[in-house]
Every structure is written in structure tokens, then in C-alpha cells.
């Protein structure tokens, strides 16, 4: 059975930071492209980053640059999304993916594999 598990949610004051981990399983994702979205509550679920298979280039949504960094580790199927400087703004439910149909696809519903999410609290 193929899996994307999240890991690393929770509470955090504004100003603080999270390390979000997603670990596949069932197959290796190493050639697939990867990428975190959120979704906060009455909102749509929006992109948040994505990483190339090589793990180069990455790409994120304007409200994260900076603050935020997606990474992978090819030889632990697991991708990362390093948050600092975190604002109550954050708060959401985080859902990785993998295998987009689309290059570079900022879509979540173009993604084959997703989670089932990791939900992120930042308080003010």
C-alpha cells in the first residue's frame, strides 16, 4: 500500500518555528516531485511549496518565502518543510503529495499521492 504520512504539527507561538516531515512508503518517490499545500479552516486549500525529484529547484507561495524550506532526503522517501518565523496566518491543516500529472503543478488535485495531514496551530 502507497503512503504519505505527515509528521510534526502542533502548537507554536507566533515567531516560533515548526519542522514538518512527510515519510512515504510502499514505493520510492525519489523521481517524483513533491510538495506541501494547507488548507485553514473556511478556506480553500491553497500551495504552499514544491521540490523537483533532484531536490532542486523549489518553489513556494509568495505568503511563505522566506520563512519557510522544503527539502527531501531521496534515501528516507521523505520530504521536509522547514517553517520559521511562523504567523497565526499559518494555521492549518498541512498535507504533503507526490507524482503531479504536470510538471511543477501547484494543484493539489493533479497530485497522485497525497496525505491525510498534520495540522499546524500558531498562536498570537
Known amino acids: 500500500q502507497v503512503q504519505l504520512v505527515e509528521s510534526g504539527g502542533g502548537l507554536v507561538q507566533a515567531g516560533g518555528s515548526l519542522r514538518l516531515s512527510c515519510a512515504g512508503s510502499?514505493?520510492?518517490?525519489?523521481?517524483?516531485?513533491m510538495a506541501w499545500f494547507r488548507q485553514a479552516p473556511g478556506k480553500e486549500r491553497e500551495f504552499v511549496a514544491s521540490?523537483?525529484?533532484?531536490?532542486?529547484?523549489?518553489y513556494y507561495a509568495d505568503s511563505v518565502k522566506g520563512r519557510f524550506t522544503i527539502s527531501r532526503d531521496a534515501a528516507k522517501n521523505t520530504v521536509f518543510l522547514q517553517m520559521n518565523t511562523m504567523e497565526p496566518e499559518d494555521t492549518a491543516v498541512y498535507y504533503c503529495?507526490?507524482?503531479?500529472?504536470?510538471?511543477?503543478?501547484?494543484?493539489?488535485?493533479?497530485?497522485?499521492?497525497r496525505g491525510q495531514g498534520t495540522q499546524v496551530t500558531v498562536s498570537s
Open positions: 503529495a507526490a507524482g503531479p500529472k504536470y510538471t511543477n503543478s501547484q494543484n493539489y488535485d493533479d497530485y497522485r499521492y
Open positions: 510502499g514505493r520510492s518517490f525519489s523521481l517524483d516531485d
Open positions: 521540490v523537483r525529484w533532484g531536490g532542486r529547484p523549489t
